[in-house]
Nanobody
Framework: QVQVVESGGGLVQAGGSLRLSCKASGRTFSSYAMGWFRQAPGKEREFVATTTWSRGSTYLGDLADSVKGRFTISRDNAKNTIYLQMNSLKPEDTAVYYC???????????????????WGQGTQVTVSS
């Protein structure tokens, strides 16, 4: 069983920055794909960013088009933690942000909510205009 816990959400003005953290339990963290998704009121949960393991012990990062150039995903396997650095935030980024973990090898599959077996409780990000 893997437990996933997010932190770092809050209220920020448009143009500001936040960094979300996600810590996962489990000794196989380094082999898991880790993803960030978000869900705004009345909308479906959507892909934001993911980091998946690739050959040669490297990781591939992938970002949704709506956040490219503004958000960065990174991971620290020694701490079983991934991060989502969010810059130039916009009001439309307001949502509950969820971290997820799963045994996923395809970057395409890693964009899909149903590919992930483990989810955190979510952290609220509110961007005021």
């Amino acid at each position: 069983q893997v437990q996933v816990v997010e932190s770092g959400g809050g209220l920020v003005q448009a143009g500001g920055s936040l960094r979300l953290s996600c810590k996962a339990s489990g000794r196989t963290f380094s082999s898991y794909a880790m993803g960030w998704f978000r869900q705004a009121p009345g909308k479906e949960r959507e892909f934001v960013a993911t980091t998946t393991w690739s050959r040669g012990s490297t990781y591939l990062g992938d970002l949704a088009d709506s956040v490219k150039g503004r958000f960065t995903i990174s991971r620290d396997n020694a701490k079983n933690t991934i991060y989502l650095q969010m810059n130039s935030l916009k009001p439309e980024d307001t949502a509950v942000y969820y971290c997820a973990a799963g045994s996923i090898l395809s970057t395409v599959s890693a964009r899909t909510v149903n590919s992930y077996a483990y989810w955190g409780q979510g952290t609220q990000v509110t961007v005021s205009s």
